[in-house]
């Protein structure tokens, strides 16, 4: 199967600043790649995906950059508030099964 | 449109009970997917149900199976429990190929 590792595990910014994080997956055959916000209490929610084809997408605050020939994926949060303060985690789909990061949790000071 | 339901919120069980978990997908979606949840080690996939066939399974002990209805409603249960199976269950939908996953709230379950 698939194997992803997400790093940091945690990670505290100043409000205003940047925050990334990163993921390395281990399959070339991955071809969708998630990013998931997860709140206290609640399930996970979709903030932004790129497909294998995709170098970069954004989505006003955030973007998303794939590297293909690496194996790496980072999610960008730029401006960062203290709504932004949550559990992230990077996702790889192989074969139409899902395989998760082990989340990274930021903390937005303000 | 509503989200994915989960049922119920929280469960608590002893060892060697059996436990059921529902799961009502968002309308339209026929994709249903289970996960483990446990701290530090992420989400593991459990199985994934399209058309109440399973599609895909993780690799997980036979004492977790699921099934899927008609009306896309899932459910899944775990067997004979074991200490470590305490863990938040998610559920997730999609409409089919499973690519945007919805999740709902999950159901937090204790084994004592």
Same mark, same amino acid.
């Given at each position: 199967?698939?194997?992803?590792?997400?790093?940091?595990?945690?990670?505290?910014?100043?409000?205003?600043?940047?925050?990334?994080?990163?993921?390395?997956?281990?399959?070339?055959?991955?071809?969708?790649?998630?990013?998931?916000?997860?709140?206290?209490? =609640?399930?996970?929610?979709?903030?932004?995906?790129?497909?294998?084809?995709?170098?970069e997408k954004k989505d006003q605050r955030i973007a998303v950059t794939?590297?293909?020939?690496? =194996?790496?994926?980072?999610?960008?949060?730029?401006?960062?508030?203290?709504?932004?303060?949550?559990?992230?985690?990077?996702?790889?789909?192989?074969?139409?099964?899902?395989?998760?990061?082990?989340?990274?949790?930021?903390?937005?000071?303000? | 449109?509503?989200?994915?339901?989960?049922t119920p919120r929280y469960l608590i069980k002893t060892r060697g009970?059996?436990?059921?978990?529902?799961?009502?997908?968002?309308?339209?979606?026929?994709?249903?997917?289970?996960?483990?949840?446990?701290?530090g080690q992420g989400l593991q996939f459990l199985f994934e149900y399209?058309?109440?066939?399973?599609?895909?399974?993780?690799?997980?002990?036979?004492?977790?199976?699921?099934?899927?209805?008609?009306?896309?409603?899932?459910?899944?249960?775990?067997?004979?429990?074991?200490?470590?199976?305490?863990?938040?269950?998610?559920?997730?939908?999609?409409?089919?190929?499973?690519? =945007?996953?919805?999740?709902?709230?999950?159901?937090?379950?204790?084994?004592?």
């Open positions: 199967g698939e194997n992803v590792e997400q790093h940091p595990s945690t990670l505290s910014v100043q409000e205003g600043d940047s925050a990334v994080i990163k993921c390395t997956y281990s399959d070339s055959a991955s071809n969708y790649f998630p990013w998931y916000k997860q709140e206290l209490g =609640k399930g996970p929610q979709l903030i932004i995906d790129i497909r294998s084809n995709v170098g794939l590297n293909k020939t690496a =194996k790496h994926f980072s999610l960008h949060i730029t401006e960062t508030q203290p709504e932004d303060s949550a559990v992230y985690f990077c996702a790889a789909r192989l074969a139409n099964q899902f395989y998760f990061g082990t989340g990274t949790s930021l903390t937005v000071i303000p | 449109k509503a989200g994915v339901t989960q009970q059996q436990v059921t978990l529902s799961c009502s997908p968002i309308s339209g979606h026929r994709s249903v997917s289970w996960y483990q949840q446990t701290p399209f058309s109440e066939t399973q599609r895909n399974k993780g690799n997980f002990p036979g004492r977790f199976s699921g099934r899927q209805f008609s009306n896309s409603r899932s459910e899944m249960n775990v067997s004979t429990l074991e200490l470590g199976d305490s863990a938040l269950y998610l559920c997730a939908s999609s409409y089919g190929t499973p690519e =945007k996953l919805f999740f709902g709230s999950g159901t937090q379950l204790s084994v004592l």
